[in-house]
């Protein structure tokens, strides 16, 4: 290090070991903002775990504070956005109770406001919003329409002193009864987490054994180790609040009790959304996370695994004339049709825009499913009750072998794996390159047609149909739907399938393509609840009113620009593009007023943008009260202010 310092031309300076006075600028700020972290936790009375949102509140606070830095009692806010004083009614102590807004409830007498715990702000969408915890539903709300209250004990997570300690070992969970419409819904979801919270204890109990922890539940170092400070969180299912403690370090007690982690204890109670998770953009930044660093961790080790096992790629030298191209990792949360997490998933890509036509890549065009003979096909499954189940191919593009010579530099934090002066040379079609979709698409079509024994369709170059016609096979790039009446024959397909893929079998069809599926024994229903409610929480409208009718009353004449409307800043574009995307998956119904909204994305104005919210949004689609494919509409559509 010293000598590449050097050559770059870089002073090494270095600290003296517990001389803090020698810090520089950045470290002593990160010295400030925490000790406003533990300000405002210990004021608050929140537990550790809630530091993220603490470390964001501090920063916010500390960036509207006076400086000495700046001349005439400037803060670094002004300084930054050029507003000398920022508007600081909105602020709030951390960890105060609020009182969040509920548009509509199931009955008129029910209350129209749900208690919870002020976390922080939220500006990601240039719309300053406060985030609030509701233990009822043990999630954080990005809100505009809330009423704080503060006072002394204005704190609603109890037991969340660093006082006080529970260990998990032989202790049932304190239940806080709230109000549930199923008691038995509750008591299975609470039984079922103390469970999958049991199993994981028992785990770790065994590991603390087999390290060497004696009965006594002291460790050979038992008495030069700290102990460390104790931190207990609140996991909440929807309808009841189930506290449990848990330890930054897990230290075995007399009885061999362990305490959880918090994203241990969240993910096994499946508590914890998709959302929540914070997607890192680089291999370092993923494997360093400190909360969700091992997660990532294992997925990187099963996407090299998987790449191991096929034989993607071979080391080799690089020909002349020949440049690398260039690679990067991209992380993802799969979530489920709740939106909880259901897999972190890290992707090995290749940087394909640098490809060169005729040198790396040649034909690159590959065909999916339409979203129309989706429909079709469901709408026809319901009517002749057909059986209609779901497949996944893991690493999908990795089958298919690449005609074209490609090479690319290893992957990012596995560089030292490739000796130095070597490149690697891709032998099947991995994530990224422009040709991998068809070459992956003429892999399933020859095993499809020579294997298989399926036709391919003319018509849609996507459906497959067995010789006899009993069967059907729809392709989505690596998703497929199986159809047919016989049990049997839709085993064997997934037999040959497994038998030449790596493949996840799904089981019925029940979340495909971001909608959700549900069947009755006569009707298939389609519905994006999941996207839609992101789409009013995006434009902060989960509290807004109804409407009944895809535009207002003479709102084609309002569409027609005036001289006296004023451009708008507003995102227009992007709330257009939202709804034009769920006209054409499951809301028919709503794509004439999205087709007039999108004629005006060009120069939108005020009122443009005052009509477009006005378009409603409802989880669901149903037309016409008969059998088939439908959606599920409810008596009050949702529309965006």
């Not at 008495?223 to 104790?230: E, I």
């Not at 071979?314 to 004339?321: F, I, T």
């Not at 391919?456 to 010789?467: A, P």
Request: overall charge positive; proline content about 6%.
């Amino acid at each position: 290090m010293r000598h590449y310092l050097d050559s770059k031309g870089i002073t090494h300076e270095l600290t003296g070991r517990s001389a803090s006075a020698q810090n520089g600028v950045a470290e002593r700020m990160n010295r400030t903002i925490m000790n406003l972290v533990r300000t405002v936790l210990a004021d608050s009375g929140l537990p550790h775990s809630w530091w993220g949102h603490a470390v964001r509140y501090a920063t916010m606070v500390r960036n509207r504070m006076v400086t000495r830095t700046f001349d005439n009692k400037e803060i670094p806010y002004g300084r930054f956005y050029g507003t000398h004083v920022p508007d600081l009614h909105l602020l709030q102590p951390f960890g105060c109770r609020a009182w969040v807004h509920v548009p509509t409830t199931a009955s008129t007498l029910e209350s129209r406001s749900i208690e919870g715990t002020f976390v922080g702000f939220d500006d990601e969408d240039k719309i300053l919003k406060y985030l609030v915890y509701l233990p009822e539903q043990n999630r954080i709300v990005r809100t505009a329409d809330c009423t704080f209250i503060q006072g002394e004990d204005d704190t609603l997570l109890e037991g969340h002193r660093a006082h006080h300690k529970v260990p998990l070992h032989d202790h049932k969970p304190t239940v806080k009864k709230t109000v549930a419409k199923d008691n038995k819904t509750a008591k299975a979801r609470a039984e079922a987490t103390k469970t999958k919270a049991n199993a994981i204890r028992d785990k770790a109990n065994a590991e603390l054994r087999s390290a060497g922890v004696n009965k006594s539940g002291d460790t050979p170092n038992s008495q030069a180790t700290s102990t460390p400070p104790d931190v207990s969180s609140t996991l909440c299912s929807s309808e009841q609040a189930i506290t449990l403690t848990k330890t930054a370090t897990p230290k075995a007690s007399k009885h061999d009790s362990v305490c959880l982690t918090y994203e241990e204890a969240a993910l096994i109670a499946s508590d914890i959304m998709a959302f929540d998770v914070p997607i890192p953009s680089s291999h370092d930044e993923a494997v360093n996370d400190p909360v969700w660093g091992k997660h990532w961790k294992k997925a990187l080790a099963s996407e090299v695994k998987s790449h191991k096992e096929i034989r993607s790629f071979e080391v080799c030298d690089l020909p002349h004339g020949r440049k690398p191209l260039r690679t990067r990792w991209v992380f993802k949360v799969k979530e489920g049709p709740d939106g909880r997490i259901e897999k972190f998933k890290a992707r090995w890509v290749i940087i394909g825009f640098s490809q060169v036509a005729g040198v790396d890549y040649g034909l690159t065009f590959a065909p999916v499913l339409r979203l129309a003979t989706i429909r079709v096909l469901l709408a026809f499954a319901a009517a002749t009750g057909m059986h209609v189940h779901q497949m996944d191919v893991s690493t999908a593009f990795l089958y298919a072998l690449l005609e074209e010579e490609v090479y690319v530099r290893p992957p990012p934090g596995y560089e030292h794996v490739v000796p130095k002066g070597k490149i690697l040379k891709l032998l099947r079609a991995v994530y990224g390159l422009k040709q991998s979709p068809r070459a992956w698409n003429h892999t399933l079509d020859l095993f499809l047609r020579k294997q298989a024994n399926m036709t391919r369709l003319k018509s849609d170059q996507c459906i497959y149909v067995s010789k006899d016609g009993t069967l059907i096979i729809a392709i989505y790039v690596d998703d497929l739907l199986i159809i047919s009446k016989d049990m049997d024959k839709i085993n064997k397909v997934k037999d040959k399938l497994s038998s030449r893929f790596k493949m996840s079998d799904l089981g019925e069809l029940s979340w495909y393509l971001g909608m959700r599926v549900t069947r009755t024994p006569d009707r298939i229903t389609l519905d994006q609840q999941t996207y839609t409610t992101k789409i009013l929480e995006r434009f902060d409208m989960q509290n807004a009113h109804s409407q009944s009718t895809p535009l207002a009353a003479g709102a084609d004449k309002k569409l027609v620009s005036s001289p006296d409307d004023e451009p708008t800043n507003a995102p227009y574009r992007e709330l257009v593009g939202s709804l034009l995307y769920l006209a054409l998956t499951t809301r028919p119904d709503i794509a004439v007023a999205v087709n007039k909204l999108a004629r005006l994305v060009n120069k939108p104005t005020n009122t443009h943008w005052k009509i477009a919210k006005k378009s409603p949004t409802v989880p669901g689609w149903n037309p016409h009260p008969r059998p088939g494919v439908q959606g599920q509409r409810q008596s009050q559509t949702h529309r965006l202010r």
